[in-house]
Structures are given as structure tokens and as C-alpha cells.
């Protein structure tokens, strides 16, 4: 019986099913490295297509808004970049477990190039938030909750990178960005239930209530293409950053000598 | 029941040192009370204005003396390498931080509750106000001293560390300070305040029940430096 199953074991060792051979591979730098060069351009296209068609659906066919007029359009910017600069927080914390539980050094880097992108889309949220906030409300910036939970939100990032450039030994500080992004992640449900929590200033959810959308129709579908290439160029930029990070930690390694030596030649 | 006692050697342990080196119970005590007296000297006197702003000026002193305070709370086991008998410890290292924390609150944020009512009294709130004060000081200042806790487990390995800390720690104080101060204010204008005060009991559950994990993994990450 004992037998059986320690046979039954080793069989299953030597043929790992689909998923566990993926996630293995997945972890390889070398591998890694080529199927994201790969996959680069066509991210670029999908890229350009998406921002040029929202862009255009945005700031030309949408109809005006009937209260704010044009402003309204700033939205195509601000809602995409507030959207990514949470969606950004949730990637960099569940790839922070992910390297916590399985030391995956790739998870590690993914990790650690999310959070510059992240503090970018909150800063232009931010921005882009008080460009609108000055004909509208009549002031830059209002002590309103969101507009607060996202400042709170920038200062996460901050924090992150600051604790991950001032720890010398990059594994080392890798898990400690892990730890804070996970303590971090606590706040995003706070961000995003502050609308409920304090009823402020700031317009309630327009687009997620499904049920009856207050957003007309030709305003929703360049918004939703903006959102798609905010998050295309998250997934460039991320996938930059995470190349750049691992071509410098495995510099000593054979297959980066090989890399610099063809670009060379 | 081995757990039972190191929990409560590490508590008497980290109670003592405190209670030997007294300046480390007086210095938060005297950074709060001073924080506190800078405000209506830069604001003004008048009793209506001290009277709206008191709650805040409570809780933003009491989060930045529980910042201060903070920052030894590792600092001089790492020197000498009690913490590092203490990650190699058999018993599990999440109990033996909640007792070391504990003690922190025990001897950094207990003299300040007990100071409270004196500088209430002196913005002008009432009784009853003063009572939810010391309630929600009651119910936040573990979860200041818990989250504290993490950012410096993670901070302790570095030399210079204070901005950092403050960086890493002040953006995850602030739902603490949101209902604490918000609670007060509510009390102050006779209202029920049962909802901050259930929010920041929850957030003190959560704070008890899941920052230990958190401070145990980076004082492992901070001791393997």
C-alpha cells in the first residue's frame, strides 16, 4: 500500500500536468526574456490601435456633456489612469505573495517594476483630477475622500520604492517590498469604499453599476478603449521594466555574456 | 502552556528594560503634551476654535508620539542580538513580537491615555466627549503601536531609518486617525458614535490578528541581513 502510493508519487513527479510545467517555465529567466520580446510589438500595435480609436472616439464623436460641457473630457485621461493605479497595486501585491510563498525571482521583479509604473497612473490621476477639479468645483484640490485615498495611495508607492532602494541586498529588499505591499493591499478596499463610507464631493461610480449605467453609451465605449490601452501600456511598460531589472541581476550569468556579445557582433 | 510562559517572560522582560531606562515612558508623554501645546499657541486661543479642532490635535499627537515611540521598539534588541535569539526561539515568532508589542503599548502608549483627559480639559471638551476620547485612544493606539511594528521590523537593519519609517507607517495610520477623530467630533455635537467606535474595534481585531505574521516575516527578512 505504502509502496503504491510512493510509486503512484513518483509517477506523478516525473509527468507534471500542463499547469505545473507552465508555472515552472514561467519562472525562467531565459525563457521569460524571449517570449516577452516576443510578445512586444504586438503589445505596441495593440497599443496604438487602442489609444488612437479612444482618443478619437473621445474628444471627437462623444456627444458634450450637458452640465460640464467639454470638460468632461479630461475623463478619458483621469478614470483609466485611477482605474490602473489601483489594478497596478493588486498585480504588485498578489506577485509580492507569489514571491513570498515560492521565492520566484521573477514574481520578485514583476513585483518591484510595478511600483514606479503605479506611482505614475496616481500621479496623473491626481493631476489630471485637479486640471478638472478647478472649472468644476472651484478649486484645485478638495479634501474629499477619493481625491485623499489616492494621495494616501501615492505615498503607498513612495513608500515602496524607498524601502526597496534603501535596502543594499536586492533579494533581500525584494521581500520586504513583498511584506509592505501586502500590509499595503489593506488599503485598497478603503479606497474603493470610500465612496459609500463619507458621502463627499466627489461623483459617485458612474460606470459599474450595471443595472443602469448613468453614462451615455457613445461617452462609455472610448472610455472603455481608453482603459484598454492604459492597461496595453501598463503591460509594456511592465514588461520593459521587468527586463531591464532581470538582464541587470543576472549580468554574470552565460546568457546575458551571450545577449551582449551578439548585439555586439 | 511553554507558549503561555514565553509570552508572558518576553512581556515582564521588554515591561522591566522599559521601566529601567525611564526616559523611554516620559519622552513620548512629553513629545505629546508639547505637540499638543503647539497647536493653540500657533492657532490662537480662542476657546471655540481650540474646541472644534481639539480631536484632531488629539489624534494627530497621539499618532506622532506612537511614530517616535516606534522606532525603538527593536532597535536595541537588534543591536544586541536579543532579536536574533528570538527568531531562533522554538516558539513561534508571531507570539513572542505580540507580547514584545504589547509591552511597547503597555509602557509608550498607556501614559498618554492617562494624560488625555488633563489636555482635553484644557481645549474645552466635556466630559462625555472626553470619555469617547479615551475610548477610541483606547481602542486605535494598539493598532499605531501593532502597524507601527511592521514598518519597523522591516526598517531595523538600516542605520538611518526615521524618514522611511515615517513614509512606510503614517499612510497606514490614517483610517485609525479618520474614525478616532471623527468619533470625538461626533460626541462633541451629542450624536451616537457606536459606528466609529465598532470600525475601530474591528480594525484593532484585524490589527491584533494579522500584524504579527507580517512583523514576524520581516524581522526574519531583517535578521537574515
Request: charged share 10%; net charge positive; hydrophobic share 55%.
Amino acid at each position: 500500500m505504502n509502496s503504491n502510493a510512493s510509486h503512484v508519487n513518483s509517477v506523478a513527479m516525473k509527468n507534471p500536468g500542463f499547469f505545473t510545467r507552465w508555472f515552472h517555465r514561467m519562472a525562467s529567466p531565459v525563457w521569460f526574456y524571449q517570449i516577452s520580446g516576443k510578445l512586444l510589438p504586438w503589445l505596441w500595435v495593440l497599443f496604438a490601435v487602442l489609444l488612437v480609436t479612444g482618443l478619437y472616439g473621445g474628444l471627437v464623436t462623444a456627444p458634450a456633456d450637458y452640465q460640464q460641457g467639454d470638460s468632461f473630457r479630461i475623463i478619458y485621461v483621469h478614470v483609466p489612469a485611477a482605474w490602473m493605479s489601483m489594478f497596478v497595486y493588486m498585480v504588485m501585491a498578489v506577485s509580492g505573495a507569489i514571491a513570498l510563498i515560492w521565492r520566484m525571482k521573477l514574481a520578485e521583479m514583476v513585483m518591484v517594476s510595478c511600483a514606479p509604473i503605479g506611482a505614475g497612473f496616481t500621479f496623473i490621476a491626481l493631476v489630471t483630477g485637479s486640471l478638472w477639479g478647478k472649472p468644476m468645483w472651484g478649486a484645485w484640490w478638495v479634501w474629499d475622500a477619493r481625491l485623499t485615498a489616492e494621495l494616501i495611495l501615492l505615498f503607498l508607492y513612495l513608500g515602496v520604492i524607498g524601502l526597496y532602494s534603501a535596502i543594499e541586498d536586492k533579494r533581500m529588499a525584494s521581500r520586504a517590498v513583498a511584506i509592505l505591499a501586502l500590509v499595503g493591499i489593506v488599503n485598497i478596499p478603503i479606497i474603493h469604499y470610500s465612496v459609500e463610507w463619507w458621502n463627499t464631493l466627489h461623483q459617485g461610480a458612474t460606470v459599474t453599476k450595471f443595472d443602469k449605467p448613468s453614462i451615455h453609451i457613445d461617452m462609455l465605449i472610448p472610455l472603455l478603449l481608453m482603459a484598454g490601452a492604459f492597461k496595453v501600456f501598463f503591460a509594456i511598460s511592465l514588461l520593459l521594466r521587468t527586463r531591464n531589472e532581470l538582464l541587470e541581476r543576472e549580468l554574470p550569468r552565460q546568457w546575458v555574456k551571450q545577449l551582449v556579445e551578439e548585439k555586439d557582433g | 502552556m511553554h507558549i503561555a510562559k514565553a509570552f508572558l517572560s518576553v512581556l515582564k522582560r521588554d515591561v522591566t528594560v522599559a521601566f529601567r531606562h525611564r526616559n523611554e515612558i516620559f519622552n513620548p508623554l512629553l513629545f505629546f503634551s508639547l505637540v499638543t501645546l503647539l497647536f493653540p499657541l500657533g492657532i490662537g486661543p480662542s476657546p471655540k476654535l481650540l474646541q472644534t479642532i481639539a480631536p484632531g490635535i488629539l489624534w494627530v499627537a497621539a499618532l506622532l508620539a506612537a511614530l517616535l515611540a516606534a522606532d525603538n521598539l527593536f532597535r536595541s534588541d537588534y543591536e544586541d542580538g536579543t532579536l536574533e535569539q528570538l527568531v531562533l526561539s522554538p516558539q513561534p515568532l508571531s507570539l513572542m513580537v505580540t507580547a514584545k508589542v504589547l509591552a511597547h503599548w503597555l509602557v509608550s502608549a498607556v501614559p498618554l491615555l492617562l494624560l488625555t483627559p488633563l489636555l482635553a480639559v484644557s481645549f474645552g471638551l466635556d466630559a462625555p466627549t472626553i470619555g469617547v476620547a479615551l475610548l477610541t485612544l483606547l481602542l486605535g493606539t494598539p493598532v499605531l503601536s501593532f502597524v507601527g511594528a511592521i514598518g519597523v521590523a522591516l526598517t531595523v537593519s538600516l542605520k538611518r531609518s526615521g524618514m522611511l519609517l515615517a513614509l512606510l507607517v503614517l499612510p497606514l495610520y490614517v483610517p485609525v486617525l479618520i474614525f478616532g477623530s471623527n468619533a470625538i467630533d461626533t460626541a462633541a455635537s451629542g450624536l451616537p458614535v457606536n459606528g466609529q467606535l465598532y470600525l475601530l474595534a474591528a480594525m484593532l481585531v484585524l490589527a491584533v490578528t494579522l500584524a504579527p505574521l507580517a512583523i514576524a516575516a520581516a524581522l526574519k527578512m531583517s535578521v537574515s541581513q
